[in-house]
């Protein structure tokens, strides 16, 4: 990007939920960015940081997860915690733990479905 206010632009736009904000955030006309975001290289550089934020922010809730699951299972085995919150806590780990599963399938599937469908094409 050629501007300052532009590279200002594309990080308020990853931390305001609308791009009036955004553009006020960083003093920008809003009229310039939404011309700026009916440009390719911009949107492209746009789509490219959200991306990044959006990895980021998978990896750091990832590295939590462990931590996260011995909470939920001490609640869910505390007897001192309402019966009301200890269900909500074996109801958590019995949703996620089926989630997993079932996105594990689904992506079992879809990489045997590509493997095929490479297969098929001679690749």
């Not at 594309?10 to 809003?30: F, G, H, K």
């Amino acid at each position: 990007m050629k501007s300052s206010k532009r590279e200002l632009l594309l990080s308020a736009l990853l931390t305001n939920p609308t791009v009036r904000e955004a553009a006020a955030s960083v003093d920008v006309p809003e009229t310039t960015a939404y011309n700026w975001l009916r440009n390719p290289d911009f949107v492209r550089e746009y789509q490219q940081r959200k991306r990044e934020a959006i990895s980021e922010a998978s990896s750091f809730l990832q590295s939590r997860i462990s931590e996260a699951t011995g909470i939920v299972c001490s609640i869910m085995r505390n007897e001192k915690v309402s019966p009301r919150t200890r269900l909500e806590a074996c109801r958590t780990i019995f949703e996620y733990a089926y989630k997993a599963v079932e996105q594990e399938q689904i992506i079992q599937r879809i990489e045997a479905l590509e493997s095929s469908a490479m297969g098929d094409s001679g690749q």
